[in-house]
């Protein structure tokens, strides 16, 4: 992967906070915000076109079999999945023309920056890259408040029981990343809600400047 422009990449797991300081980074420095999710949908369903297994078998489920799950196994497959469709998140930024590129998603894990955007190679391309994970605490609360979570689990037969898969799946995907960004020498920032949003932007935003 070969760019000639700087991209600033925030990854994590859900409910941390990374899309408002991506937001607020692309304000501050007039960059090009990429948000990876509002492309899930798609990419999953080309990586299943495509025949790649867990995307494939994703889009058969119905909401009971994702949502009622064992939650480390839904984990397991977030991975996975992020695994599959990695190469499209790199080849939709290889096509945004801008000199500054912020962009962020639970999709850009560790591992996935690790093997397709060579961070710890000495010839990478311009590329920073840190993780914001919420405690538990944080995720719990934040997504209670989050209004669209209702529709996603309308159909399941368990709301409560699903919700909480949910929110132990993100626990899990949160505690693996960090542990990930450690022993790769990765800053990741862990979000309790106990510093405004602009400290943890300063936090954010001195490490990229460090990378």
């Known amino acids: 992967m070969k760019m000639n422009k700087k991209i600033l990449v925030l990854g994590g797991s859900p409910c941390s906070g990374k899309s408002t300081i991506a937001e607020m980074i692309a304000r501050e420095y007039g960059a090009h915000y990429f948000k990876v999710d509002d492309f899930l949908g798609e990419f999953m369903a080309r990586a299943a076109a495509e025949g790649k297994e867990i995307c494939q078998r994703y889009q058969g489920l119905s909401p009971d079999e994702i ?4 939650p480390a196994m839904q984990c397991r497959d977030e991975f996975l999945i992020y695994e599959e469709i990695a190469p499209y998140f790199f080849e939709k930024l290889e096509q945004i023309d801008e000199e500054i590129i912020v962009t962020e998603g639970a999709g850009y894990t560790p591992e996935v920056m690790k093997k397709h955007a060579c961070i710890d190679q000495p010839d990478a ?9 919420p405690t538990p605490e944080f995720q719990i609360e934040h997504y209670r408040q989050r209004e669209w979570i ?3 689990l309308a159909d399941c037969s368990d709301k409560e029981k699903a919700f909480d898969n949910w929110m132990q799946r993100d626990i899990l995907f949160g505690k693996q990343v960090n542990e990930e960004c450690d022993a790769m020498g990765i800053p990741c920032f862990v979000n309790d809600g106990s510093q405004t949003i602009e400290e943890l932007y300063d936090q954010v935003t001195r490490a990229l400047k460090q990378e």
């Open 67 to 70: 949502w009622l799950e064992d």
């Open 150 to 152: 209702k529709y996603v």
């Open 125 to 133: 391309p311009e590329i920073y890259y840190v993780a914001i994970v």
